[in-house]
């Protein structure tokens, strides 16, 4: 079932049996290699991770490495879910978008999308990313798509990328301190405040959105929010990811203050996990609320609790909790008559 | 199972496992306000049944009133039945007609085509309906309408709509007393009888078909007729209902008489429920059979006979029987592999 955050249900119902094609973001951030930062993949080999995502979720496979990726405590892959999703009710269409990864997916016959961007540096001693030009990629990619579906789904695989997101969002300047979530259940603040706390000195004071944004985001947000403006409502669309989806908005809604814009999100929704909307050691609900524009967003009501995989219980306990579009996958199978049933077991057949 | 009540299988099975475009026909007729001659719907707001039916089977939610409706004796709407194949094999898109209703639905994203229509009068004292340009307005709709599914199923919500189909049947001239099908299991025959009595009166002699039209009919069932020529075989059509989608044939076959035209009628089907194709108060099979033109019908053999749950078992005792293209939907579910079981777990699931 879909439940609701913000908003009403009619956009993501008018989207019931319809089709999609799949997008994902993925980039890194050096800001990923401060150990214990994040547990998005395996230590020494994160920035692997949206490399193998994107491996497994378009082919089933993990190429790049020897085995999917998961974190030293055993949390697989948040992509299990999105691939199980796939393989129930495909997508019409699954795209890359490459905005910056160390390793590109050995794939062919899925279109990846490339954008001539490198790596972003690590936020602590400075992100170093022309965000102006590249959110201009971004508006430019969204003015030109063309797409053969009736929707898109845009995912993201970024390690580190709720830090970078904090980062972002308080750097511009919203009151969000507890509300940013994490892929640890119990969250390394030390680290992840210390980071934070030292890329915002490194703001030059004055600066204006796309200085700051290149200082302390990422790649993938500053793309993104220039894909959403670009795209100018004219497919619907849905973000599936958490708090970092929902700081892709918050840049569109100060890129709007700033530039005196307006937005309409009446074909745009956000959607997530439950681990993410229920979670009590964040908040996507203020996230949101905090856009002066109206957004509708989601979550699928799916968890584990029909698993007995400890691997799997690790999400209900609070681990990993969203990536790689996971929950606007479930959204999608939800909205194709998948269950849950159906789901848990496809999910653990990849972990057989 | 789709089982036939007139004609072969050969045109609904080419209809298998391809995408349809699910439209409802709404409208209001104030003979629904004669005290006892309709149970769709909640005494003193049956005006709302159209609007309840139409936002339940778009969001799952009904919003212009507290709670679902049912009858006094809860029976629940047929959009329960329709909204369960919706979830379980979603139609690719929904549609809905404003052929006059008291109260737009509340909902956004879904189409509502608007025909600047009112709620015809009650039929006791004349409907007053301008059928000539109404039936022009469904001629022009079936003509312009371009449809990006494979076929249509055309559903309709009208409260006390089968006594205006019966009065317009025996209008028309078709002896078909005791043909029609009633909601209630047990027809309250003496009100509608005199109702229909009463309006047979109201036609001056020698009318032409749209006076008769105009006095004795509802919106649907004009509008209909002409949007079935409109359409002119050029898109494959389901009638999903029960005597009151026969009297749109019937009326189609007199107009056809009266022009002394033709129709193709080879992409055109009815489908209906089991409680209607087997009741044995009513003869769907007599009325189809009285078109000069030849039409495949079927109804889908499901029940409640899986269910427990008294509300549900009162459909096959004989109470509301068809509404809101339940029978037309649960074809639709038979041809994409949806099973009995699953459908009524699903209907159970909402009078949970």
């Given at each position: 079932m879909v439940k609701n955050?913000?908003?009403?249900r009619d956009f993501i119902e008018s989207l019931r049996g319809k089709k999609a094609t799949f997008m994902l973001a993925m980039s890194n951030t050096?800001?990923?290699?401060?150990?214990?930062?994040?547990?998005?993949?395996?230590?020494?080999?994160?920035?692997l991770t949206p490399t193998l995502d994107a491996e497994f979720l378009t082919?089933?496979?993990?190429?790049?490495?020897?085995?999917i990726a998961s974190t030293p405590?055993?949390?697989?892959?948040?992509a299990l879910i999105t691939r199980a999703v796939h393989l129930l009710k495909p997508f019409s269409n699954i795209e890359l978008l490459?905005?910056?990864?160390e390793k590109l997916p050995e794939v062919k016959y899925f279109k990846i999308h490339d954008f001539d961007t490198k790596p972003s540096q690590s936020i602590k001693t400075?992100?170093?990313?022309d965000a102006h030009e590249l959110f201009q990629k971004g508006v430019e990619f969204g003015q030109n798509y063309t797409c053969k579906d009736d929707y898109i789904i845009l995912a993201e695989s970024v390690p580190s990328g709720t830090t970078t997101a904090k980062a972002t969002a308080l750097a511009l300047?919203?009151?969000?301190?507890?509300?940013f979530s994490s892929?640890?259940?119990?969250?390394?603040n030390d680290i992840r405040e210390l980071t934070i706390e030292e890329a915002l000195k490194n703001i030059p004071p004055h600066s204006d959105i796309f200085t700051i944004l290149g200082n302390v985001s990422d790649n993938m947000i500053i793309f993104n929010a220039g894909f959403v403006l670009g795209l100018n409502n004219k497919i619907p669309l849905i973000l599936a990811g958490g708090t970092q989806m929902a700081c892709v908005l918050l840049v569109v809604n100060k890129i709007l203050e700033v530039m005196q814009g307006e937005i309409n999100a009446s074909n745009l929704a956000l959607a997530t996990t439950s681990w993410i909307a229920n979670?009590?050691?964040?908040?996507i609900k203020k996230l949101l609320e905090m856009c002066s524009f109206s957004i509708n967003s989601h979550y699928a009501?799916?968890?584990?609790?029909?698993?007995?995989?400890p691997a799997l219980k690790l999400y209900d306990e609070g681990?990993?909790?969203?990536?790689?579009?996971a929950g606007g996958a479930l959204v999608y199978g939800m909205l194709n008559a998948l269950t849950k049933e159906e789901i848990t077991k496809q999910v653990e057949e990849f972990l057989k």
């Open positions: 955050i913000t908003g009403k050096d800001t990923a290699n401060i150990e214990g930062i994040t547990q998005a993949g395996i230590p020494g080999k994160i920035y082919t089933g496979e993990v190429r790049s490495l020897e085995d405590k055993g949390v697989p892959t948040p490459n905005l910056g990864v400075g992100a170093n990313i300047g919203y009151e969000c301190k507890d509300a892929s640890f259940k119990n969250v390394p979670d009590d050691k964040s908040d009501d799916f968890n584990f609790s029909l698993s007995s995989h681990e990993a909790k969203e990536g790689v579009g």
